[in-house]
């Protein structure tokens, strides 16, 4: 079984800076697209980044300039790093992988990491 775990998350004031990181383990076959999707308080579920193997990135609208989505193959790991966060910021943040196990394609998700931009 597929495993993605998130760490990195906590409390920040505006204008500051986290790193967030989400390594994958368990049977893993072929790791193709990661990203990341974050869900506020009262909120839908959003996309916020991705990058493929190759390093190719995509970004919200809302994030642009401000945060860098990265990942280390060889660790099985992305990660999202944060710069001058914004109270809108504030969501739980969740990793998404896109992986082939075999010949069979499955999307998975980690349970999320709390982060919260707050004076």
């Known amino acids: 079984q597929v495993q993605l775990v998130e760490s990195g998350g906590g409390l920040v004031q505006p204008g500051g800076s986290l790193r967030l990181s989400c390594a994958a383990s368990g049977s893993i076959g072929s790791i193709d697209v990661m990203g990341w999707y974050r869900q506020g308080p009262g909120k839908q579920r959003e996309w916020v980044a991705n990058i493929t193997p190759g390093g190719r990135s995509n970004y919200a609208d809302s994030v642009k300039g401000r945060f860098t989505i990265s990942r280390d193959n060889s660790k099985d790991t992305v990660y999202l790093q944060m710069n001058s966060l914004k109270p809108e910021d504030t969501a739980v943040y969740y990793c998404?992988?896109?992986?082939?196990?075999?010949?069979?394609?499955?999307?998975?998700w980690g349970l999320g990491t709390q982060v919260t931009v707050s004076s």
């Open positions: 998404n992988a896109l992986i082939m196990i075999g010949v069979v394609s499955q999307r998975y």
